[in-house]
C-alpha cells in the first residue's frame, strides 16, 4: 500500500495538538483526522478515534504491522515539518489559516518513516476531535490536491 497524498488540514503550532491530517492511499482510500501530537517523548501520530463506553478512546482504523506505522510516521511528520516551516515564513499580518491556506501546495506521493501508538493525555484527543470540522471548501480543495 502506498502514501499517495497526505494534506495537512490545520496546524495549530502552539498546541499540543500540533495538526490534524488527511492521509490518502493507493489514490483510492483517505483517513481523515490523523492528528500530531506532541507528546514527552516528541511528535508522534495518533490515528482517528472514538470514546468507547468505559471513557477510553479506540482507533477507528490503524496500521496493522509495525512497520508500516513507522512508514507513515515518517511521512506525515515530513509533511507537518515542511508545513510548519512555510508557516513559520509567512507574512505576520494575516492570521495562522490565512497564512497557511495561502502557501498551499498539492501533495506528492511519499514513501517515509516512525511513530508510536496513542497512549497519553485523552484530554488531547477530547480537544483535538471537538475543534475541527472540515469545512465544504477545505473537503474540496482536499480531494482536488490528491
Request: glycine share 4%.
Amino acid at each position: 500500500m502506498d502514501i499517495t497524498g497526505i494534506i495537512i488540514r490545520k496546524l495549530t503550532p502552539e498546541n499540543k495538538m500540533k495538526a490534524i491530517v488527511s492521509i490518502t492511499f493507493d489514490d483510492a482510500f483517505v483517513v481523515h483526522d490523523v492528528k500530531v501530537i506532541d507528546g514527552a517523548n516528541g511528535l508522534f501520530i495518533a490515528m482517528p478515534s472514538r470514546r468507547i463506553q468505559d471513557g477510553e478512546f479506540k482507533d477507528i482504523v490503524h496500521p496493522i504491522h509495525s512497520g508500516f506505522r513507522e512508514e507513515l510516521s515518517r511521512a506525515v511528520l515530513l509533511k507537518y515539518h515542511e508545513a510548519l516551516e512555510r508557516y513559520q515564513q509567512a507574512s505576520p499580518e494575516q492570521d495562522g489559516h490565512e497564512r497557511f491556506a495561502s502557501r498551499a501546495e498539492s501533495n506528492p506521493a511519499i514513501r517515509s518513516e516512525p511513530a508510536s501508538s496513542y497512549h497519553g493525555d485523552e484530554s488531547i484527543r477530547e480537544d483535538a476531535q471537538r475543534t475541527y470540522t472540515p469545512s465544504f471548501s477545505e473537503r474540496t480543495v482536499a480531494e482536488s490536491n490528491v
